[in-house]
């Protein structure tokens, strides 16, 4: 299932978020592997400081691996399914994995691409 994580970088978290990106240890242990990385390469900061990404997840609860990780970083704010459940054919059973490169991805990723500013550039090269 695909999931739009809303959050907020921790107070006094944000260097060493900006070091295990920087390092690629970002979820290091995890089995979702690199996705920490992608999640973040793509993730984009609203103008009231959230952080919003597209995270895949194939855990009956959501973000169930992902979340020890994220919350070393981030308070989740919201975690809300990205499309109708009845669609994802994964969790239908239709296509198992069907997550990996489904074209949903891509559609809600391209909107996300317009809102607000590039996580990575704003926290890689903090404002004044």
């Not at 299932?1 to 907020?8: D, E, F, N, P, S």
């Not at 944000?14 to 290091?28: F, P, W």
């Not at 009956?60 to 054919?89: G, I, M, N, S």
Request: hydrophobic content about 40%.
């Amino acid at each position: 299932m695909r999931y739009l994580v809303t959050a907020h970088v921790k107070p006094g978290h944000a260097a060493a978020l900006a070091e295990a990106i920087d390092n690629a240890t970002l979820g290091e242990g995890s089995i979702a592997g690199d996705e920490y990385l992608r999640n973040m390469d793509a993730a984009r900061q609203l103008e009231d400081g959230r952080v919003q990404w597209v995270e895949v997840c194939f855990c009956a609860t959501p973000l169930a691996e992902e979340r020890p990780y994220w919350e070393e970083y981030f308070d989740l704010d919201k975690v809300q399914d990205a499309h109708a459940r009845t669609r994802c054919r994964d969790l239908t059973g239709t296509e198992p994995w069907a997550c990996g490169d489904c074209d949903c991805s891509a559609r809600l990723e391209a909107r996300l691409a317009a809102k607000g500013r590039r996580f990575l550039d704003r926290l890689l090269t903090p404002e004044p």
